[in-house]
């Protein structure tokens, strides 16, 4: 192990466990970062407890500087730790597909019978809850308009999307960066596309624009 190598801890979002970050992980490692996945109860705790919880984690860690990665609900609870216990040594932070804004899936699918507990209460906090703003933390944002998810077939959602999160839903005030690739919600995980963005984001904190639309997190639509 590089001991120079900077650390990066993913985290997860609704229904998925750390494990779901293997193949990522494996591509940021042989791009030069030290990675930790970190697991959380998604759907039966709530937004403050699972940020903090997240918080608990970054201190126990022995490094500097430190990169967050979160996907979905993932960044959320990055977010929601880092305005309640901010830590210096953070200074990047990529979210993927992130409900920002909203959810319209979420909502939707709360009016679904048998699957509003599904969403959890995490997501249903975050819903009622007003956005945190992150001085002094470059973030970038990973959207994705490949409209292939459960959540796409069951509500009826704005294109463009992901499956589960509208492009739109994404936006962050404040990012410093954002694109959008032609991948669905669940293959962000997967894609080596992907990979490749958020390893230039942590590296850079900017992310490879091929067009002059994707800086604004336009990039191609569906």
């Not at 080596?192 to 639509?221: K, N």
């Amino acid at each position: 192990m590089n001991p120079a190598a900077e650390t990066v801890v993913l985290v997860h979002g609704l229904w998925m466990h750390g494990l779901v970050f293997g193949l990522l992980r494996r591509r940021l490692e042989r791009s030069g970062f030290v990675t930790h996945a970190w697991s959380y109860p998604s759907v039966r705790q709530g937004l403050a407890a699972n940020a903090d919880g997240l918080s608990r984690f970054l201190a126990g860690l022995r490094a500097g500087p430190i990169h967050l990665v979160g996907h979905s609900l993932g960044g959320i609870v990055i977010a929601s730790a880092l305005a309640r216990q901010p830590d210096p040594r953070v200074r990047r932070v990529v979210l993927m597909g992130p409900p920002w804004t909203g959810s319209c899936s979420a909502t939707g699918l709360q009016r679904v019978p048998g699957i509003t507990s599904l969403i959890g209460r995490s997501m249903r906090d975050w819903l009622a809850a007003p956005r945190p703003a992150l001085p002094g933390v470059a973030i970038g944002v990973i959207s994705g308009n490949r409209p292939l998810g459960l959540a796409g077939a069951l509500v009826r959602l704005p294109r463009p999307h992901d499956g589960i999160v509208t492009v739109g839903e994404t936006r962050v005030a404040g990012a410093r960066d954002a694109v959008t690739l032609h991948v669905s919600h669940m293959e962000m995980l997967l894609s080596a596309a992907c990979a490749d963005q958020v390893a230039a984001f942590l590296h850079t904190g900017a992310f490879i624009h091929h067009r002059p639309e994707e800086r604004t997190g336009q990039g191609i639509q569906p």
